[in-house]
């Protein structure tokens, strides 16, 4: 699968998308080592702080399914804005605890062009052991 199909998954979910309060929908479409592609949406509450970004709803599940670090190849994220939407820094850092550190992360704009960046790129210097 190619990083168009796969923001191609993370736009179709954005229908999914619970932001009431935002109104900033967000998709995210993880493809596994496997083949299998992974999505989620964000999900927001009332308690603002209680909401769960697109990017780690798909992790979750993936975790939840069964895999593993290391079975996770590419993420793609898309939104409804004009320009590229970035991960959020939370995302990031539960990115690091289970994409090894050349994951592809695929970017989108309004415009439909897809940026690369690799994980280690997008969360330099990261938090990733206690025993230092
Ligand atoms: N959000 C995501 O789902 N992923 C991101 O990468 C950035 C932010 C969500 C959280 C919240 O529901 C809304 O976008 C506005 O911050």
Do not use: W
Not at 35 to 54: D, K, L, P, Q, Y
Not at 102 to 129: C, Q, S
């Amino acid at each position: 699968m190619n990083k168009e199909q796969l923001m191609t998954h993370a736009r179709a979910v954005l229908k999914h998308s619970y932001s009431p309060y935002s109104k900033f929908p967000v998709g995210a479409a993880i493809l596994m080592k496997d083949g299998t592609v992974i999505s989620g949406v964000n999900v927001e509450n009332v308690s603002f702080g209680a909401t769960n970004c697109a990017e780690r709803t798909a992790i979750f599940t993936a975790i939840t399914q069964g895999y593993q670090k290391g079975d996770f190849e590419a993420i793609a994220v898309a939104g409804e804005t004009e320009d590229f939407l970035p991960p959020c820094n939370i995302c990031r850092q539960v990115m690091v605890e289970f994409f090894a550190p050349t994951t592809p992360v695929y970017l989108t704009n309004g415009a439909g062009d897809i940026r690369e960046f690799l994980l280690k790129d997008i969360a330099p210097l990261a938090f990733t052991e206690l025993d230092m």
